[in-house]
């Protein structure tokens, strides 16, 4: 089945540092998803792309989906603590219509 | 808008106990998850509803988890008998986008269970 691999599992950081995180398919994608959950809280859309090569802008934040749409990256500018959760992406498409398969995710750390 | 409601948000039972988790979707959206996130991982897929039939449940363990979606709005999931490796949260979530494409998923707060 599909998988979707994420790395790195842990990044700590200084705030004002910058923060990328990598998401590998096993299968071409339809799309890609990213979330962000808090400590303790429940995972937060962020943003979704279809496009291949696509790049998507949200502030500090910069999304990219990989030509052969089978990877993506997710790089915070200047990290903020308020940046501190796990990144996740989840990997959309193959046969189960609307089926998302989740990495494993990024846990960012941001020390002031 | 109200969100996804799940409910209880914790439970602790004993390993052979069963226990049932209830979720009530945002108003309209067709699409129903249940996924399990064990601690350090990323969620789990275990069924997904469209309206009340089922689109997969290719990683749901059938012979201790069962789930419905009567009249294709709140969904139940159970577990009977638990086992130790069930502790999870377990997160329920939903989304506005029918059939071939993926939309945007909202979660709930998510049921934590603890097995013993």
């Known amino acids: 089945g599909q998988q979707v691999m994420q790395i790195p599992q842990y990044q700590h950081v200084q705030e004002g540092e910058d923060f990328t995180t990598y998401c590998n398919s096993s299968?071409?994608?339809?799309?890609i998803q990213w979330y962000k959950q808090r400590p303790g809280g429940h995972p937060v859309f962020l943003i979704q792309?279809?496009?291949?090569?696509e790049v998507k802008k949200q502030k500090r934040l910069t999304f990219q989906f990989g030509e052969a749409k089978k990877n993506s990256s997710l790089h915070i500018t200047a990290t903020q603590t308020t940046d501190v959760g796990t990144y996740f992406c989840?990997?959309?498409?193959?046969?189960?219509?609307?089926?998302?398969?989740f990495g494993q995710g990024t846990i960012l750390t941001v020390h002031p | 808008e109200a969100g996804v409601a799940q409910s209880p948000r914790y439970k602790i039972i004993e390993k052979r106990q069963s226990v049932a988790f209830w979720c009530n979707p945002i108003s309209g959206h067709a699409t129903l998850y249940w996924y399990q996130q064990i601690l350090g991982q990323g969620p789990k897929l275990l069924i997904q509803f469209q309206n009340n039939g089922v689109v997969d449940d290719s990683q749901l363990p059938k012979d201790r988890f069962s789930a419905e979606r009567l009249k294709g709005v709140d969904s139940t999931l159970k577990i009977q008998p638990a086992k130790l490796e069930d502790s999870a949260v377990y997160l329920c979530a939903s989304s506005s986008t029918p059939g071939l494409a993926t939309g945007e998923l909202f979660f709930g707060e998510g049921s934590r269970l603890t097995v013993l």
């Open positions: 299968t071409t994608l339809s799309n």
């Open positions: 792309l279809v496009k291949s090569g």
């Open positions: 989840a990997g959309g498409g193959g046969t189960s219509y609307g089926k998302l398969t």
